[in-house]
């Protein structure tokens, strides 16, 4: 019951940040006008949506985890889950390197202006995906910041470690 729980907190949290940044997005942008400019420059939008797509992914992980474990199933995903996140992954990958050229394209085009803002959120990103396709990065609860310490450091990310075992069979 706890991990059902814990589960359905994870995916539905994951949507919320990911729903709930889109409306702030768009909210400031209809109701800050000096805001325009780092909320419809290219580079921040790119970074804005690959930030989207990673929480999205998230979601889509802990509500198929959540399923598992509410259909009473084996908590590991099935194989061809896996293969789609692998995919995510790649894309990631893709998505995130292409935003270095992004970077340097806003350099050129903006220098300064609006560079912390698409950084900030370029960064964020990054941070998205080491969690959840690296290494665990959040520890929310006591009992897990007491694990970290005792585990001395990071560990990989639950759908890492699917993944290399999905991968190794």
């Not at 998230?58 to 996140?85: A, N, T």
């Not at 370029?122 to 290494?135: D, H, K, P, S």
Request: glycine fraction near 8%.
């Amino acid at each position: 019951m706890k991990v059902k729980r814990k589960l359905f907190g994870l995916w539905t949290g994951e949507l919320t940040s990911a729903l709930l940044f889109a409306a702030l997005w768009v909210g400031y942008l209809n109701g800050f006008s000096h805001l325009a400019f780092y909320l419809t420059t290219f580079s921040g939008v790119y970074a804005f949506i690959i930030l989207e797509f990673i929480l999205f992914q998230g979601s889509l992980y802990w509500f198929m985890k959540w399923r598992q474990v509410r259909r009473k199933e084996d908590s590991h995903l099935p194989s061809s889950y896996i293969q789609l996140f692998l995919l995510l992954k790649k894309m990631n990958k893709i998505l995130l390197g292409i935003g270095l050229g992004v970077f340097v394209y806003h350099c050129i085009n903006y220098g300064l202006k609006g560079l912390v803002f698409f950084l900030g959120l370029y960064a964020f990103a990054w941070i998205e995906y080491i969690n959840y396709y690296v290494i665990r990065l959040s520890y929310q609860s006591p009992s897990e910041i007491k694990e970290f310490f005792e585990q001395k450091g990071f560990k990989r990310s639950i759908l890492a470690r699917e993944i290399d075992k999905n991968q190794r069979v």
